[in-house]
């Protein structure tokens, strides 16, 4: 008979004779009608389904996770309308630590559940499927008390349970396991197959994470591991008993990047490549020797990294016509103004692709290059070589370009050519690392520029900052003190008393940090004939700021407090990243 075929005892059930991953044929059963009735699933389809859980030996559950029929709440609900087990969202529950603590980090991993909460004599366990009757009596035995299940969807508990037990906890017992047999008798002094796992896997779950950074930190008698994502570093959790595995892990990284291992002393520099989900990523590493060992930074660039169209930055509508009109000029400068970090690059290159069309010759000259333009010559400067920014620009004019792109201002010499550029019919544009918009013109000026020079070439300035975004998940809210409130209230008179603001509590689909993913903010500062006499008479930069707010300017501050009250950002993240706006920023 036929995989396909259904049995004689079943003519119409593609379950029949098989569990597919459950407990009982009843329950896989049950599961192929819900998958009709309820989600309008063909029956053809579940057939294959069915045929290839079969012949994979696979849960059903995971192949049509996979393909995208359900997604995890849609097929955590299936299983519990099939089961009576009710479900929960681990979002909303407040997980705790005694019971974290009574269940084994070998047991969470074996048996893939998550400890929640203790409850008289029971003790609450979540999982993303129907546990047998068999494995719980196991369970009552190992832990003690009876058990009480719940369910929730796979990611929620991959999430619990690399923040409560650790990244890459599989792995690492399974080192621990082949060091107990005596396979590791050194107690891993050096690379070997089973921590190169486990670095793999704290490799992916930074990429899973969007963290642009990873860096691995011996410390005395210990080893911290810390992301950065979004801008901030975020420990994470190891599992127990990794520490002694902290030369190893170093080791480990070191062979990746084909660095030398036996080099302990001096700082090294070394790449490779790390494919994850269909997508390749190049993986940058420094070393650097320390007092508890050798330190390692690892950071993250995605070869398939894709930039933002002008409409998706953020920009409103009064911001985006202005900055059209800007890019629309046939010369000048347009700087673009932020600390390292605030997106200058992205909106430079979401202007520059605004700008890509057959009737313009566009140069960009960089360091690095980070995006690839189709239809744009981009140079990246090798100073070792002595292609600098100076020497470049010097080039490029020869090429008879209509757009210049320079990656930084970085000195006198570069700014002057790039004033000069401007002023010989060129549109440039280029970035600043000042506080505010404003401050680009002063900043120029403390380069050597001259300030008629300044206002001559200089067409308008956009400041940025990247706020964190609250996470919809776990988002609540709450009343802020009076001092904060009245800031608000002074930008926005309208809004209703006591004022309302928001805040993520922090959940497995944020892995508990109460942000996901971040926001760009601006204040856009086009040049007038006034502004352009005041920068001639050196005039300071709140003086710029307060003329430009007589003309309907809002400044960065102002913007940011917008995303708060909107309950986009949290106040904290407006306190964190903007200045007030009496300080001209």
């Not at 494995?135 to 923040?163: A, D, F, R």
Request: proline letters at 5%; glycine letters at 8%; hydrophobic letters at 40%.
């Amino acid at each position: 008979m036929s995989p396909l075929q259904p049995s004689a005892s079943s003519p119409r059930d593609p379950a029949a004779g098989h569990k597919l991953g459950f407990p009982s044929e009843t329950l896989a059963k049950a599961f192929c009608s819900k998958l009709s009735e309820l989600y309008e699933v063909a029956e053809r389809k579940i057939e294959e389904l069915c045929h290839r859980a079969r012949w994979l030996d696979e849960p059903i559950t995971d192949l049509v996770l996979r393909e995208g029929i359900l997604s995890g709440a849609e097929l955590r609900d299936a299983l519990s309308a099939i089961s009576g087990i009710p479900t929960i969202s681990l979002a909303e529950i407040r997980v705790a630590t005694e019971a974290v603590e009574r269940v084994p980090a070998t047991t969470v991993s074996r048996c893939r559940i998550m400890p929640l909460q203790l409850r008289k004599e029971h003790i609450l366990l979540a999982c993303d499927r129907i546990v047998s009757h068999a494995e719980t009596e196991q369970l009552h035995v190992l832990l003690g008390c009876p058990i009480e299940w719940t369910l929730c969807t796979p990611n929620e508990l991959s999430e619990s349970i690399k923040h409560f037990y650790g990244v890459g906890l599989q792995s690492f017992l399974d080192i621990d396991t082949q060091k107990r047999k005596g396979d590791d008798q050194d107690g891993g002094a050096e690379a070997s197959p089973g921590l190169s796992g486990f670095v793999e896997q704290l490799i992916d779950d930074a990429i899973q994470a969007n963290a642009t950074d990873i860096h691995v930190e011996p410390v005395e008698n210990g080893l911290r591991v810390r992301f950065r994502i979004d801008g901030i570093l975020y420990p994470i959790t190891l599992p127990a008993g990794i520490d002694q595995y902290r030369r190893a892990i170093v080791s480990s990284i070191k062979v990746m990047a084909q660095l030398n291992i036996a080099e302990r002393r001096l700082p090294q520099d070394g790449r490779f490549t790390r494919v994850t989900d269909g997508n390749s990523y190049d993986i940058r590493v420094s070393v650097l020797p320390a007092r508890h060992g050798e330190t390692i930074s690892l950071r993250i660039l995605n070869r398939q990294s894709t930039f933002l169209d002008l409409e998706e930055l953020g920009l409103d509508q009064q911001q985006r016509a202005e900055i059209e009109d800007l890019i629309g000029l046939t010369h000048g400068i347009v700087l673009f103004t932020g600390p390292t970090g605030s997106g200058k690059t992205t909106s430079l290159y979401a202007t520059l692709a605004r700008l890509n069309t057959d009737e313009r010759k566009i140069v960009t000259l960089e360091d690095p290059v980070e995006y690839d333009l189709a239809g744009v010559t981009q140079m990246q400067v090798q100073p070792e070589i002595g292609f600098t920014f100076p020497s470049g620009l010097r080039s490029i004019l020869r090429h008879d370009p209509d757009v210049i792109l320079i990656g930084e201002i970085r000195d006198s010499e570069t700014a002057g050519i790039a004033v000069g550029s401007s002023l010989t019919g060129h549109l440039v544009l280029s970035t600043l690392h000042t506080q505010s918009a404003a401050g680009a013109v002063v900043r120029l000026m403390d380069m050597g520029i001259e300030p008629y020079l300044v206002a001559a070439s200089v067409q308008g300035m956009i400041a940025q900052r990247l706020l964190r975004r609250i996470c919809p998940t776990c988002r609540e809210t709450y009343f802020e003190s009076q001092p904060v409130e009245a800031e608000a209230l002074a930008l926005f008179p309208d809004l209703e008393t006591p004022v309302l603001f928001h805040r993520g509590r922090g959940c497995p689909n944020c892995r508990y940090i109460g942000y996901s993913g971040r926001q760009a903010v601006f204040e856009v500062f086009p040049m007038n004939e006034e502004l352009r006499r005041l920068v001639i008479d050196r005039a300071p930069t709140s003086a710029l700021v307060q003329h430009a707010l007589s003309l309907g300017f809002t400044a960065l501050r102002h913007n940011a407090w917008r995303c708060a009250i909107d309950g986009a950002t949290t106040v904290g993240e407006v306190l964190r990243m903007t200045r007030r706006a009496s300080a001209g920023t």
